[in-house]
């Protein structure tokens, strides 16, 4: 079975700071690696994936991802903070498929960011 | 376009209700999942249907029970449920790059 784990549950940074925060997993396999964002009354929105190739991965709103096998970790990080960017971040994981097989995302605990400006 | 939708958006029902929760999704995706999301929590995998099959079930209790009527839809039954039952319940389809898209939730008082 596979656990997420994300170090900072609440993170208060002030505006055009920059931003990290750590996930690593526990899977013996390949995994798919994703960061999801909540922002307040929304719903879950993907930010940034990884399957494979490069690991260093850019997603929507000037973030970006590293993949470190050697650590299972894949941590997000974003230059330069803004005051929209608080919300509530999801790392989770997931085992790659092909064909009809599918199966479910393990989130870790989420990582509760505010931004004051 | 990459949207799931889901209603009702909010929900309230007393333990003797029954209910459903729709969600559908047009693109042509072929897993679709329930997830519930209790306050401050990551959301938490309830079952997958893939194909329109039951593929996984995560030890959920009977008084929820889903339903995979055809492709682009995915209800989910609601029978005696508990007040510890409360929560935001998320629908999601997966792309064929493994990539899962969530629904807006519905989120679900019972009284």
């Known amino acids: 079975a596979q656990s997420v784990s994300q170090h900072n549950h609440h993170v208060i940074l002030s505006e055009a700071a920059s931003l990290e925060l750590g996930c690593n997993y526990s899977?013996?396999?390949?995994?798919?690696l994703f960061w999801y964002v909540q922002y307040p009354g929304q719903h879950l929105q993907l930010l940034l994936k990884y399957f494979s190739g490069d690991p260093l991965v850019k997603g929507i709103k000037g973030f970006e991802a590293e993949f470190i096998k050697s650590k299972f970790s894949f941590n997000l990080r974003k230059p330069s903070v803004q005051w929209s960017d608080t919300a509530e971040y999801f790392c989770?994981?997931?085992?790659?498929?092909?064909?009809?097989?599918?199966?479910?995302?393990?989130f870790g605990k989420g990582t509760h960011l505010i931004i004051q400006p | 376009d990459t949207e799931v939708t889901q209603t009702p958006k909010h929900l309230v029902m007393g333990m003797t209700n029954k209910k459903s929760l729709k969600c559908e999704q047009h693109?042509?995706?072929?897993?679709m999942y329930w997830y519930k999301q209790k306050a401050k929590k990551p959301p938490e995998l309830m079952f997958v249907?893939?194909?329109?099959?039951?593929?996984i079930n995560e030890s959920v209790p009977s008084r929820f029970s889903p339903e995979c009527p055809n492709s682009s839809l995915l209800n989910l039954h609601l029978h005696a449920l508990q007040p510890e039952d409360s929560a935001l319940y998320l629908c999601?389809?997966?792309?064929?790059?493994?990539?899962?898209?969530f629904g807006p939730g519905t989120r679900l008082t019972v009284l």
């Open positions: 999601a389809s997966r792309s064929l790059h493994d990539t899962q898209y």
């Open positions: 899977y013996g396999g390949t995994v798919n």
């Open positions: 989770a994981v997931n085992t790659p498929h092909s064909g009809g097989g599918a199966d479910g995302l393990t």
């Open positions: 249907y893939s194909y329109e099959k039951l593929s």
């Open positions: 693109m042509g995706h072929r897993a």
